[in-house]
Nanobody, 115 residues
Framework: QVQLVESGGGLVQAGGSLRLSCAAS????????MGWYRQAPGKQRELVAQ???????NYADSVKGRFTISRDGAKNTVYLQMNSLKPEDTAVYYC?????????WGQGTQVTVSS
C-alpha cells in the first residue's frame, strides 16, 4: 500500500504561482512513476505531469514551459511548481503513484486561478 498526501493548493490570481507537494509513505519502493493529474468541473481527469524513477519527465502540452515536476528522494516527496497560472488551470489536482500492480491517488487539492 502507498499513501499520498497533497498540500499547497489555494486561490491565486492569473499570472501567479503555486507549488504543490505530495508526500508518499508506505511501500514507496514499489513506485515506478509519480505524477500529477487534474480534474475540472464537468471534465475528465487528465495528466498534468509525471516523473519516473529514472528522472524522466512528461508534461501535458497545455502546461509545458509553465509547470515543473520534481522530486526529493530523501523526503519521498514530489513537487509541482506552477508558474504563469491561467484561469483554465483551475481544477482539483491529484497526486498519483503508479506501481507494477496498481495506481494510487491522493485526496486532491483545489487550485483556483482568478482572472
Amino acid at each position: 500500500q502507498v499513501q499520498l498526501v497533497e498540500s499547497g493548493g489555494g486561490l491565486v490570481q492569473a499570472g501567479g504561482s503555486l507549488r504543490l507537494s505530495c508526500a508518499a509513505s508506505g511501500s514507496i519502493f514499489s513506485i515506478n512513476v509519480m505524477g500529477w493529474y487534474r480534474q475540472a468541473p464537468g471534465k475528465q481527469r487528465e495528466l498534468v505531469a509525471q516523473i519516473t524513477n529514472g528522472g524522466t519527465t512528461n508534461y501535458a502540452d497545455s502546461v509545458k514551459g509553465r509547470f515543473t515536476i520534481s522530486r526529493d528522494g530523501a523526503k519521498n516527496t514530489v513537487y509541482l511548481q506552477m508558474n504563469s497560472l491561467k484561469p483554465e488551470d483551475t481544477a482539483v489536482y491529484y497526486c498519483s503513484a503508479l506501481t507494477i500492480r496498481t495506481r494510487y491517488w491522493g485526496q486532491g487539492t483545489q487550485v483556483t486561478v482568478s482572472s
